[in-house]
């Protein structure tokens, strides 16, 4: 009987141990990849943790500057020309995704105070003046009867517009108008 020696596999290079074959090589591997990985995933939640954090507070971007500047300008402007009810009543918007308000809300509300809107001496939105609607004193209208559509007739070519006073006219199904 012929003696077989043991059987060894053939030298191989890239694996120079047998028992090491690729799938050994790729447990060894195996911690690099699972580092990686985790490296990986760690700066995707901290990207994510700066993104989320940061949207919720007021960017200063050029367009949302520049409509504050317009909204300061706009307050000023009607504080200056005593526009009462624009002043306190007209909503403005302090840009895309701000908070909306009037001109009195925005100088009188502490939340706002970095928007930079100004007090306005001149107006009392609270002790406002009563404005006279009726139709003459108040408008510069006169009661008429009005034309077949409902509208005031124009006069010697001047038109006339139908307006609501907040008096009643000496005569019944009379209209207000005014130039």
């Avoid at 690099?32 to 989320?52: D, E, H, M, S, T």
């Avoid at 949207?55 to 949302?64: A, C, K, L, R």
């Avoid at 502490?110 to 003046?129: A, W």
């Avoid at 307006?163 to 199904?173: L, N, R």
């Amino acid at each position: 009987m012929k003696h077989h020696p043991t059987h060894h596999a053939p030298h191989n290079p890239t694996y120079p141990n047998h028992k090491r074959g690729p799938v050994h090589h790729l447990m060894e591997n195996k911690n690099l990849v699972v580092a990686i990985v985790a490296v990986f995933v760690l700066i995707i939640i901290v990207g994510a943790f700066f993104l989320f954090t940061r949207e919720d507070e007021v960017s200063e971007s050029p367009i949302q500057s520049t409509t504050v500047n317009s909204l300061v300008q706009t307050c000023d402007s009607w504080c200056n020309a005593v526009q009462i009810n624009d002043w306190c009543d007209f909503e403005l918007s302090a840009g895309e995704n701000l908070a909306k308000g009037s001109c009195y809300g925005f100088a009188n509300s502490p939340l706002y105070t970095q928007l930079g809107v100004k007090k306005c001496s001149t107006i009392d939105c609270n002790n406002r003046p009563e404005v006279d609607n009726t139709c003459v004193s108040g408008l510069g209208g006169v009661w008429d009867t009005p034309n077949s559509e409902d509208q005031c007739s124009s006069i010697n070519g001047i038109i006339r517009f139908v307006v609501a006073p907040t008096d009643e006219p000496q005569t019944p199904e009379q209209v207000c108008c005014v130039e």
